[in-house]
């Protein structure tokens, strides 16, 4: 989760309920109805300093919920494995295919979601 354009919606989900409803508002326009700066600030009536001052607060207590949390690495790392499922899955269904191996490996992965 390097690309802040890509991070901070995805942790706005996870935690957005845990902002304060400004900072919610702010994020939502700036991340999810693509509003520059400036934009916000008219709608606002405040500089474009005092949008980008809330826009960063609201983005480190996101950053912040998620280093002590979790949630948001811990669903990618969940997707991505359901991903691999898939693939085997769809290998599974050719001829040629290394079946018993391809079980293996699925169970391998189901097991970490029962295990963790």
């Known amino acids: 989760m390097k690309d802040k354009l890509n991070e901070i ?8 309920q845990l902002l304060t409803s400004k900072q919610r508002e702010y994020l939502e326009l700036y991340y999810h109805h693509d509003l520059s700066l400036g934009e916000i600030g008219e709608e606002f009536q405040i500089s474009r300093q005092a949008v980008y001052d809330i826009l960063r607060r609201g983005e480190k207590i996101l950053e912040e919920y998620e280093a002590k949390l979790g949630l948001a690495a811990r669903y990618q790392r969940e997707r991505e494995k359901m991903v691999q499922i898939l693939e085997y899955l769809q290998q599974l269904k050719s001829e040629t295919a290394p079946k018993e191996k391809l079980v293996d490996a699925i169970e391998e992965i189901v097991k970490e979601f029962i295990e963790p």
């Open 9 to 16: 919606p995805l942790l706005y989900d996870f935690y957005g």
